[in-house]
């Protein structure tokens, strides 16, 4: 009897937990929303800034659906206004005037959409940004599952100084820009003329420098520290990959800093635990965040996204070869390898390319990828230098 009710109470559970881990789908009238998504985040610094008008699609697969043909333009406390014009794909510009941007004045942003509903915020105050005193890093190891997992590299630091209490809430953005190598090789294109010939040292990219807008969230209430010199706040981990070869040869942090308000940010620190901390079974669901914008004749309507104002202050940091890591590069990266025989080219497979190297004392002539002979070939990268390098 006593196995029988075990048996019948490990079913129940198996049954039960299975039922937690159901997938859910929202009401066909659900999936598409068409819910105005507002995101305007300016700051002080004069010259062209953008906002964006769009809604939002669908909850299973997320997407946005531009707004074409808004009105959109920021007011100043004391009436002065600059309007934006639409630069395409739902993006609206504005071109601030030196002036017009002030530390301690309040702004509000004024929208009319095409059908004729109009939008507001509250007025938001640029507040002032402590500089930030000092961008360094140091040679870390980071662990990931298993210890065996673990992986050396670097983490980036900054210093700043708290000493005015209109500094309410900073936020960071990061961008990243490393140089990158294709292996020294002979370089050849198989043409669409059905000629094989060498690609010219002119036409050869080897090297090429990578930038990437880095999308972790940093933000931080300084209502709790005390005034003084705050230091070593960190960022994300930079990997010593040997294949992404982001700290073989030089690599940059671009680190914004931005002011901000305690509304704003409880929405950025909102967003982070919604899109940076999901992955397990008992997380929780991701929230409509609350918007600072309203229908002007419909308190009812649901708007999403946000408005803020904000003081800026940047500064950019180097890593270069950094003592103590590993700077070998993975051996057969781009290494041409000789395939067995293949099926007859017709044009529509030209352009296809070739390169000569060593492999194990010999050389070796085979295909290989066009990133392989053209680093321009990845995302977000080009030849040409950047002026700060």
Same mark, same amino acid.
């Given at each position: 009897?006593?196995? %029988?009710?075990?048996?019948?109470?490990?079913?129940?559970?198996?049954?039960?937990?299975?039922?937690?881990?159901?997938?859910?789908?929202?009401?066909?009238?659900?999936?598409?929303?068409?819910?105005?998504?507002?995101?305007?985040?300016?700051?002080?610094?004069?010259?062209?800034?953008?906002?964006?008008?769009?809604?939002?699609?669908?909850?299973?697969?997320?997407?946005?659906?531009?707004?074409?043909?808004? !009105?959109?333009?920021?007011?100043?406390?004391?009436?002065?206004?600059?309007?934006?014009?639409?630069?395409?794909?739902?993006?609206?510009?504005?071109?601030?005037?030196?002036?017009?941007?002030?530390?301690?004045?309040?702004?509000?942003?004024? #929208?009319?959409?095409?059908?004729?509903?109009?939008?507001? @915020?509250?007025?938001?105050?640029?507040?002032? %940004?402590?500089? =930030?005193?000092?961008?360094?890093?140091?040679?870390?190891?980071? +662990?990931?599952?298993? *210890?065996?997992?673990? =992986?050396?590299?670097?983490? $980036?630091?900054?210093?700043?100084?708290?000493?005015?209490?209109?500094?309410?809430?900073?936020?960071?953005?990061?961008? *990243?820009?490393?140089?990158?190598?294709?292996?020294?090789?002979?370089?050849?294109?198989?043409? #669409?003329?059905?000629?094989?010939?060498?690609?010219?040292?002119?036409?050869?990219?080897? %090297?090429?420098?990578?930038?990437?807008?880095?999308?972790?969230?940093?933000?931080?209430?300084? +209502?709790?520290?005390? $005034?003084?010199?705050?230091?070593? /706040?960190?960022?994300? !981990?930079?990997?010593?990959?040997?294949?992404?070869?982001?700290?073989?040869? /030089?690599?940059?942090?671009?680190?914004?800093?931005?002011?901000?308000?305690?509304?704003? !940010?409880?929405?950025?620190?909102?967003?982070? /635990?919604?899109?940076?901390?999901?992955?397990? &079974?008992?997380?929780?669901?991701?929230?409509?965040? /609350?918007?600072?914008?309203?229908?002007?004749?419909?308190?009812? *309507?649901?708007?999403?996204?946000? !408005?803020? =104002? @904000?003081?800026?202050?940047?500064?950019?940091?180097?890593?270069?070869?950094?003592?103590?890591?590993?700077?070998?590069?993975? *051996?057969?990266?781009?290494?041409?390898?000789?395939?067995?025989?293949?099926?007859?080219?017709?044009?529509?497979?030209?352009? =296809?390319?070739?390169?000569?190297?060593?492999?194990?004392?010999?050389?070796?002539?085979?295909?290989?990828?066009?990133?392989?002979?053209?680093?321009?070939?990845?995302?977000? +990268?080009?030849? &040409?230098?950047?002026?700060?390098?």
């Amino acid at each position: 009897m006593y196995r %029988v009710l075990l048996l019948l109470s490990l079913l129940v559970s198996a049954c039960w937990i299975s039922g937690c881990v159901e997938r859910y789908y929202p009401d066909e009238d659900n999936l598409k929303t068409g819910t105005l998504v507002i995101n305007a985040h300016l700051t002080n610094q004069q010259g062209l800034q953008t906002i964006e008008i769009s809604r939002s699609v669908t909850l299973i697969y997320p997407s946005q659906d531009p707004v074409l043909g808004s !009105f959109a333009e920021l007011i100043r406390e004391d009436g002065e206004f600059c309007e934006f014009t639409e630069v395409g794909s739902g993006n609206y510009g504005c071109n601030f005037e030196e002036g017009f941007l002030q530390t301690g004045l309040s702004y509000k942003l004024h #929208v009319m959409t095409p059908d004729g509903k109009e939008y507001e @915020s509250e007025f938001d105050k640029i507040r002032p %940004v402590p500089d =930030m005193d000092s961008i360094y890093y140091e040679v870390e190891t980071t +662990s990931y599952q298993t *210890e065996s997992e673990s =992986m050396e590299g670097v983490r $980036f630091y900054i210093d700043f100084t708290y000493d005015d209490h209109e500094y309410e809430c900073l936020r960071w953005e990061l961008t *990243e820009t490393y140089e990158f190598h294709n292996p020294e090789m002979s370089a050849y294109i198989y043409d #669409v003329d059905f000629q094989m010939k060498q690609i010219p040292d002119s036409s050869y990219y080897r %090297v090429c420098y990578f930038t990437n807008n880095l999308p972790s969230i940093h933000s931080m209430s300084l +209502s709790y520290l005390d $005034f003084g010199i705050y230091i070593r /706040k960190p960022f994300g !981990f930079v990997p010593n990959d040997q294949l992404a070869q982001k700290l073989k040869h /030089k690599y940059s942090l671009h680190v914004k800093q931005f002011s901000m308000s305690e509304e704003a !940010f409880h929405y950025w620190n909102e967003l982070k /635990k919604t899109s940076q901390e999901q992955g397990f &079974l008992f997380d929780r669901q991701p929230a409509l965040l /609350k918007s600072n914008l309203h229908n002007v004749n419909d308190d009812q *309507e649901i708007v999403l996204g946000f !408005f803020s =104002m @904000s003081g800026v202050t940047e500064c950019r940091g180097f890593a270069e070869k950094p003592d103590g890591l590993d700077m070998s590069l993975y *051996e057969y990266y781009c290494m041409p390898v000789i395939r067995g025989p293949g099926g007859p080219v017709s044009r529509d497979d030209l352009p =296809m390319y070739y390169a000569r190297a060593f492999w194990d004392g010999e050389s070796v002539f085979a295909e290989v990828n066009k990133h392989c002979v053209d680093c321009r070939e990845y995302v977000n +990268s080009t030849h &040409l230098m950047p002026d700060f390098w």
